[in-house]
């Protein structure tokens, strides 16, 4: 919450603060970040394995951070859906199965990223 006697340096500090703790409550409490994560540090062990350049190193956290993303405001859309009607509504459900696209494309995304960067790697070992 934004108190009003915070300097700029103080409220963006402040910010930081709540940022930081999102980002605990996801790691520690949602499932589907916890396994992305997993995939995430399987992907930076196999880039090392590989010896990926530079620009598939960029490209691949971008990838990773695109799905980290997707799942932390998936998981934000299904919690205030859950918090405005706790029952189950069509409407509510129709609306967290369309939030949960979201990380299924990002997905799909980084599998095809990881295809063009890897599946050459790999030919070169057969």
């Known amino acids: 919450m ?27 409490k949602e499932d589907s970040i916890k396994a992305q994560l997993g995939i995430a540090v399987f992907a930076t062990v196999i880039g090392v394995y590989f010896n990926i350049s ?13 799905v980290l993303v997707a799942e932390a405001l998936n998981t934000a859309i299904e919690e205030i859906a859950d918090f405005i009607h706790p029952d189950f509504h069509v409407k509510i459900g129709s609306i967290k199965d369309i939030a949960a696209g979201a990380p299924t494309f990002a997905a799909i995304i980084s599998l095809i990223i990881a295809g063009f960067i890897y599946i050459p790697k790999i030919n070169l070992l057969f």
């Open 2 to 28: 934004k108190n009003a006697k915070d300097g700029f340096l103080k409220g963006r500090i402040r910010s930081l603060k709540f940022a930081f703790r999102g980002a605990w409550l996801l790691i520690t």
């Open 54 to 66: 530079g620009t598939e190193w960029m490209i691949q956290f971008l990838a990773i951070g695109l």
